[in-house]
């Protein structure tokens, strides 16, 4: 048993701003999160594909500046308006189109007094809003986007899928399976997925050998 490196636990996701790695492909969204004051009109989107990070920089805001956190899919027109002064949405392309006008006055409440701060998986003139009003405010937010992933960032994003999962690699690990999958969050989510089901799974470590048979197992990996 002192061989098994993999528990079957839930995952239980480090998001503090020590967690954050910082690369070139997301430096400058890190920048920008981090420093709201620069925001114009006080509201940001933060725009990359899923498993790029918005979530941890959505945490890193919150934690910074007593921000509430909202997920746009929950929102109903009943929903009340937050108190604080610093609100997150996150996947607002999410919103129902109930939903609208309810995030129409509630950026038009924080404007000029408080900070908002927008996820998506795409650039808000692609949120497809039917209320003009609030179209026309989004599309005026100030855009950050999260490149795909350099090598350094990869590893990195893999390392703390591993992480996580509460699976500790051998050493390596990370940087062998970043030099041979799609460079993209998802592969790198996708690849950990596997190669944790399939340590559970033959009760084998978390290696080389196992990334291995897993990846020779795997439909265009590379």
Do not use: C
Not at 80 to 101: G, H, Q, T, Y
Not at 162 to 185: C, H, K, M, T, V
Request: aromatic share 6%; glycine share 4%.
């Amino acid at each position: 048993m002192s061989e098994q490196l993999s528990f079957d636990w839930p995952a239980r996701v480090a998001l503090g701003r020590e967690d954050f790695f910082v690369s070139e492909a997301n430096a400058r969204a890190f920048a920008t999160v981090t420093a709201p004051d620069s925001w114009p009109e006080g509201k940001l989107a933060v725009v990359g594909p899923k498993g790029s990070g918005k979530t941890h920089l959505a945490r890193v805001f919150a934690q910074a500046n007593a921000a509430m956190i909202l997920n746009a899919a929950d929102l109903t027109p009943a929903s009340p308006l937050p108190e604080a002064r610093a609100v997150v949405i996150e996947d607002v392309e999410r919103l129902s189109p109930e939903a609208e006008e309810w995030l129409f006055h509630l950026h038009n409440a924080l404007k000029g007094r408080g900070r908002l701060l927008l996820t998506s998986d795409r650039a808000p003139a692609r949120w497809q809003l039917a209320l003009p009003d609030l179209a026309s405010r989004m599309q005026a937010t100030n855009l950050v986007s999260i490149d795909d992933p350099d090598d350094r960032l990869l590893s990195a994003v893999i390392m703390k899928q591993f992480q996580d999962r509460q699976i500790a690699p051998s050493p390596g690990l990370a940087a062998y399976l970043a030099a041979r999958i799609e460079r993209s969050f998802a592969a790198a989510a996708d690849v950990v997925d596997q190669i944790d089901r399939a340590a559970l799974a033959r009760s084998r470590k978390v290696n080389e050998a196992l990334a291995r048979e897993v990846l020779d197992n795997t439909p265009d990996a590379g």
